[in-house]
């Protein structure tokens, strides 16, 4: 049995062990010292313990622990360790690669997992609400141009939706398969008022080539989105127009499918958000640290199931707790 304090360390191990995406061609300037990579395992520290600032970070790793010990040389590289500067600025820029491995790991869990089996090999988009931790910021306000408190997170926006009413902050746009295994396989966050179809684009490109149909609710009934997914060799399946019961030749297939749709997103948004507890609101302020810390989950949960699937545990079962004990 794996002891438990030994799981951070192990976790950390597998993101040193998951698929890379391809380096991304640097203009002029000074060199990079430090890769990705290990930002990104700072971001499972920082997730698993929850630490929110780079500070918290440097704090909890100037302990005298048996865990922190064996943590701190996993985060060297080159016999090197980053500044606390290089830790603030690295951090604050890990949300434009985070989309582009998270892509790659799920393309790569997709292929080795194989979450479809014999069923349909579908794609399920959807959107879901994200609260900031600071204060609502009102419409007569924003249009006044003033902050009444310095709680108010002024990058956040309003949304509504049926399920969730009214909201102030941010939407988490996730991509997930619609199978035995939820696997994200896409996502990017948002202000709350950037609309599903106008999202959806920016899944599209990252979703993995065995998929066969795209499935969204009527948010994602769009002529734009239905030809770049035709286009992609893709099918666009969403809700239909008009009275029911509705009569043309695929009913019956668009059924079966919005009921894997129902069965996957929908329950994996619910899932995401009470692991790392997020449901009432997240617990930083701003786009880029929540960008940070969202997308540092779905790219944590990817590595979760990575890590089960190459020891032979149970995949996708008890990660709240796997989390929770490193």
Not at 74 to 93: M, Q
Not at 284 to 302: I, K, M, P, S
């Given at each position: ?6 799981v ?38 920082m ?12 704090s909890f790793l ?5 865990v922190?010990r ?12 980053p ?5 603030e ?9 985070l ?8 393309a ?7 979450p ?23 419409k007569?306000?924003r ?16 949304s ?9 902050g ?20 948002t202000?709350?008022?950037v609309s599903?179809?106008?999202a959806a ?17 009527s948010?994602?009934?769009d ?45 994996f ?6 692991i790392?507890?997020w ?36 995949l996708a ?10």
């Amino acid at each position: 049995m794996v002891r438990h304090r030994f799981v951070l360390v192990r976790l950390l191990k597998q993101v040193d062990a998951a698929p890379e995406p391809e380096p991304v061609r640097r203009g002029p300037g000074r060199p990079v010292t430090f890769s990705d990579r290990l930002i990104a395992k700072a971001v499972v520290v920082m997730l698993c313990r929850r630490l929110f600032t780079a500070h918290a970070l440097l704090s909890f790793l100037e302990q005298d622990d048996e865990v922190v010990r064996s943590i701190r040389p996993l985060l060297h590289e080159h016999g090197r360790f980053p500044s606390r500067r290089t830790w603030e600025r690295r951090l604050g820029a890990l949300p434009d690669d985070l989309p582009r491995r998270i892509a790659v790991l799920g393309a790569y869990l997709t292929a080795v997992l194989k979450p479809w089996g014999r069923r349909k090999r579908a794609v399920a988009f959807d959107s879901t609400a994200l609260r900031t931790s600071g204060g609502v910021w009102h419409k007569q306000h924003r249009e006044a141009g003033e902050v009444p408190h310095t709680s108010i997170d002024t990058e956040a926006g309003w949304s509504k939706s049926g399920w969730h009413g009214w909201w102030y902050g941010w939407k988490a746009h996730l991509a997930v398969t619609a199978g035995r295994i939820w696997i994200p396989v896409a996502a990017f966050v948002t202000v709350a008022n950037v609309s599903d179809n106008i999202a959806a684009p920016t899944l599209l490109e990252s979703v993995p080539e065995p998929v066969r149909w795209v499935l969204g609710d009527s948010q994602y009934r769009d002529p734009e989105l239905t030809r770049l997914c035709a286009e992609a060799g893709i099918e666009l399946v969403t809700p239909q127009a008009g009275a029911y019961p509705h009569t043309d030749a695929k009913v019956e297939l668009r059924r079966a499918l919005h009921k894997q749709r129902s069965r996957s997103i929908e329950p994996f948004n619910g899932l995401f958000k009470a692991i790392f507890e997020w449901n009432s609101q997240v617990p930083v302020r701003g786009l880029r640290r929540t960008q940070l810390l969202v997308l540092g989950a779905v790219y944590l949960y990817q590595i979760v199931l990575l890590y089960q699937h190459e020891r032979d545990l149970p995949l996708a079962r008890n990660i709240k707790a796997l989390i929770r004990a490193a």
